[in-house]
Nanobody
Framework: QVQLVESGGGLVRPGGSLRLSCAAS????????VAWFRQAPEKEREFVAA????????YYSDSVKGRFTISRDNVRNAGYLQMSALKPEDTALYFC??????????????WGQGTQVTVSA
């Protein structure tokens, strides 16, 4: 079992930066890929980025490529999402997930509760 807790969300101005963290418990965390998804009000959950178990591979949605960076630290059992050049359309509830290395949410077995990111002037 893996439990995930996100933190680091908040209110930021357009063009600003935030770093989201995902703290994991459970000894098997390092065997799973980690991904970030987001969901805006009245919209479907959207893939943001994923990183495989040993950080060899990363995968980004086109909407965040070049602005967001995903990383992980298997010693600390943590995942991260560095977000830069934030736009109002990045406003959403951001979720951390652990599972297979894919953009499809149904292949992620473990999910956090989410952390809110609001980009507004």
């Amino acid at each position: 079992q893996v439990q995930l807790v996100e933190s680091g969300g908040g209110l930021v101005r357009p063009g600003g930066s935030l770093r989201l963290s995902c703290a994991a418990s459970g000894s098997t965390f390092s065997t799973y890929a980690v991904a970030w998804f987001r969901q805006a009000p009245e919209k479907e959950r959207e893939f943001v980025a994923a990183i495989n178990y040993n950080s060899d591979y990363t995968y980004y949605s086109d909407s965040v490529k070049g602005r967001f960076t995903i990383s992980r630290d298997n010693v600390r059992n943590a995942g991260y999402l560095q977000m830069s050049a934030l736009k109002p359309e990045d406003t959403a509830l951001y979720f951390c997930a652990a599972g297979m290395f894919t953009r499809r949410p149904q292949y992620y077995h473990y999910w956090g509760q989410g952390t809110q990111v609001t980009v507004s002037a």
